[in-house]
């Protein structure tokens, strides 16, 4: 499975965000997909998660502000993180996650959230 992320930018405190991620290959053994980020000198931690039912989980630091959504297409997944409300903490490195049906991880490469004060 193969990730493509876009949409990061620079965006002032308490503005909006929308990031796509585009899946394509064995996307049929995807399961779990999420968003996580990380900030310099920061583990990389999970920012929300999404199941192939649907069911959402967000860290605390952004529930209520971020919406993650999917798209389950023919032959290509698309993972969305709407960023509402965005905080200069809010700043990272941003990546999409596809957890496989037999356990492989896949990573995005990431892409870079910069929120100013």
């Known amino acids: 499975v193969q990730l493509q992320a876009s949409g990061g930018g620079l965006v002032q405190a308490g503005g909006s965000l929308r990031l796509s991620c585009a899946a394509s290959g064995s996307v049929f053994s995807i399961n779990l997909m999420g968003w996580y980020r990380q900030a310099p000198g920061k583990q990389r931690e999970l920012v929300a998660g999404i199941t192939s039912g649907g069911y959402t989980n967000y860290a605390g630091s952004v529930k209520g502000r971020f919406t993650i959504s999917r798209d389950n297409a023919k032959n290509t997944v698309y993972l969305y993180l709407q960023m509402n409300s965005l905080k200069p903490e809010d700043t990272a490195v941003y990546y999409c996650?596809?957890?496989?049906?037999?356990?492989?991880?896949?990573w995005g490469k990431g892409t870079l959230v910069t929120v100013s004060s």
């Open positions: 996650n596809a957890d496989l049906l037999y356990g492989e991880r896949c």
